[in-house]
Every structure is written in C-alpha cells, then in structure tokens.
C-alpha cells in the first residue's frame, strides 16, 4: 500500500513542510519516504503499463489512432511539458524557460486512449523539445530504426503508393519520414490547410493526456520545491500511475475532447448572440 504521506503529496501537491504536521514525521524523512515509494511503483509498474511496444502493438495503437481520430498510419502524438522544479545552487540558465521560470522537460508520446507509450524526463528546461527529443532515448531509436516499426501500408481507400507508419507533432520538432509537422508558414493552399488542420486535430491527444495527468497529480500544477533529480523520480511514478488508472477505469475520453453547451442560457436575439 502506497504510504499515506506519498499519496497526498502526489495528489495534492502538498509541501513536505506542510505534511511533517500532518503526519508529526520530520521533513528529510517525508522526503525518503516519497522518494522509495516513487521508485518502487515506476519499478514494479512501467514494464507493465509502458513497455516498449511490438510490432503489433503498433499496429494496434495505429488502428485505435484511426479509428478515434480520423488519422491513418500514426503510431502517437509527441509533446513536451514544463514542469516546474526549484533552480538548483549554481546551475545558470539551464533549467530557465523561455516561459520564465525553472523546469525541466517531460517529453511523451501518447496514443488514442490518452495512455503513455514512453516517456522521458529530465532534460533542461532551456532546451527545445526538438533537440530534447532526438537526445532521448526514444529519439535515437527512432532516428537509428531500432523501433520495430510496422513495415510500410497503404492509406485507407488505396491500393498502390503505400506510406509509413509516422508519429506526430508541432512545429517545433523537425520532419523526419517517420515523423510529421504541420506545414509552416501562412500562405497555404486549401489542401495544406485540410492536412495542418488534421494533424492537429490528431496531436491534440497527447496535450490531452498532459491535461488529465495534472488533474490527477496535482504535484504537477504548481512548482515541487525540490531539486530536479528528485523532481524525475516523482514524475516517473506518476506517468505510469496514469497509464494504470486509464486502464483500469476506462477508455472513454468524450469529456477530454467535447465541450457540450446544451446547459448555457440564451440571452438576447441579435445576430451577434
């Protein structure tokens, strides 16, 4: 059983200042219990919630991509997120943001279910999640072919020029064949416009994912006054914690991706109402 004191500081966010008088146990011992607790459930957890796909299973997260999303042949959507930490003694500007405060990076793809598929956490928060991506271990894999990618498949209503299975993201990682960004600039054709417009539609996943992790942990929403090596053990635990909980309770995420109004009062009968 996860210690109480863990629980509430993963779910809350609670200090350990502010639990050694909750639990009258001193702050440095708060401190080791979070931190064994932490790396016990990433230890027993992430070979069962997040192991490395194979090809069939990538093949499956494909089909699920498709079917929920309307987007052929992807495999995930990759994003990072800042999660603020407390800026270590002498450290310079590596863990300051451009967002202007100290974090480091979690850098995730996830699939259709707002599930993980891997993850990696640590890097400094001053780097750009492409560079932080190709210097993970994901990304060497991905960019060395060592993922057991499925082999090369037609779209869907064609029988000839078949694609490979891809990953997805933003604009600020780099276009690689088996990773897509939108088309940048403005001056786009109708055709460009259609395929940015899905593709985002698509990456939206894994911004959703991020989005139903912060509510569960809420550790995660304000910064964890600790340094940033303990802050990876803490994030680890919770990704995977994630997976574990999606898994268990279900798979429908209509709340995550639809905002129905269908309760809002109308008001006023002008055109611009």
């Known amino acids: 059983m996860i210690e109480d004191s863990e629980k509430l500081f993963l779910s809350t966010g609670t200090s350990f200042g502010a639990l050694q008088f909750d639990f009258f146990i001193a702050r440095s011992t708060i401190g080791e219990i979070v931190k064994e607790t932490c790396a016990i459930l ?49 450290s310079g500007s590596l863990y300051f943001n451009y967002k202007k405060y100290f974090s480091i990076v979690l850098m995730a793809i996830a699939d259709a279910n707002l599930c993980f598929i891997a993850i990696d956490v640590g890097a400094y928060g001053k780097e750009g999640d492409s560079n932080v991506f190709k210097e993970s271990c994901f990304g060497k894999k991905l960019y060395s072919n060592q993922l ?20 997805i993201g933003d604009e600020a990682f780099a276009l690689h064949s088996n990773l897509l ?16 417009y899905k593709l985002s539609r698509a990456r939206r996943v894994v911004e959703c994912t991020f989005g139903v992790l912060a509510n569960k942990w809420r550790v995660l929403h304000t910064p964890i006054q600790v340094e940033p090596d303990f802050v990876d053990e803490i994030i680890k635990p919770c990704c995977v914690l994630h997976n574990f909980v999606r898994r268990r309770d279900g798979f429908n995420n209509e709340d995550t991706e639809t905002n129905m109004l269908d309760d809002i009062e109308v008001r006023g009968t002008g055109a611009r109402t």
């Open 42 to 90: 990433w230890m027993v957890l992430q070979p069962k919630e997040m192991p490395e796909p194979s090809k069939e299973k990538w093949v499956e997260i494909a089909n699920t991509f498709y079917e929920k999303n309307n987007f052929p042949n992807c495999l995930g959507a990759i994003d990072g997120k800042h999660i603020r930490c407390k800026g270590p003694n002498n």
């Open 148 to 167: 057991q990618l499925p082999e090369l498949a037609n779209l869907p209503n064609t029988n000839e020029n078949p694609q490979p299975f891809v990953f």
């Open 181 to 196: 960004r939108p088309y940048p600039g403005r001056g786009l054709n109708d055709t460009k416009r259609i395929f940015n």
